[in-house]
C-alpha cells in the first residue's frame, strides 16, 4: 500500500507564502510523477503543478511565477512553495504521486486566503 500525506496548508494573508508537503510512503519502487492539484467549490479538480523524477516541471498558467514544486527523490516528498498568496487560491489541495504506473491521491490539505 502507499500512502501519500500532505502538510502545510492553513490560512494566510493575501500576499503571503505558504510551503505545502507531501510524503509518499510504503511499498514505493520509483515515483515517477509528483505533483499538486485543487479544487474549491466553484472549479473542478484542477492542475497546478507537477514534476517528474528528472525534474521537468509543468505548471499552470494560474500559478506561474507564484508557486515553485521541487521534489526530493530519494525521500519521495514533493513540495509547493506558495507565494504571493490570492484569494483565489483558496482551495483543497491535493497531492499526486504515480509509483510504479498507478496514481495515488493524498487526503488533501486546506488553503485559506484572506482579502
Known amino acids: 500500500q502507499v500512502q501519500l500525506v500532505e502538510s502545510g496548508g492553513g490560512l494566510v494573508q493575501a500576499g503571503g507564502s505558504l510551503r505545502l508537503s507531501c510524503v509518499a510512503s510504503?511499498?514505493?519502487?520509483?515515483?515517477?510523477?509528483m505533483g499538486w492539484y485543487r479544487q474549491s467549490p466553484a472549479k473542478q479538480r484542477e492542475l497546478v503543478a507537477q514534476?517528474?523524477?528528472?525534474?521537468?516541471?509543468n505548471i499552470a498558467d494560474s500559478v506561474k511565477g507564484r508557486f515553485t514544486i521541487s521534489r526530493d527523490n530519494t525521500k519521495n516528498i514533493v513540495f509547493l512553495q506558495m507565494s504571493s498568496l490570492k484569494p483565489e487560491d483558496t482551495a483543497v489541495y491535493y497531492c499526486?504521486?504515480?509509483?510504479?504506473?498507478?496514481?495515488?491521491w493524498g487526503q488533501g490539505t486546506q488553503v485559506t486566503v484572506s482579502s
Open positions: 514534476i517528474t523524477r528528472g525534474g521537468n516541471t
Open positions: 499526486l504521486s504515480v509509483i510504479n504506473g498507478q496514481t495515488y
Open positions: 510504503g511499498s514505493i519502487f520509483r515515483s515517477d510523477v
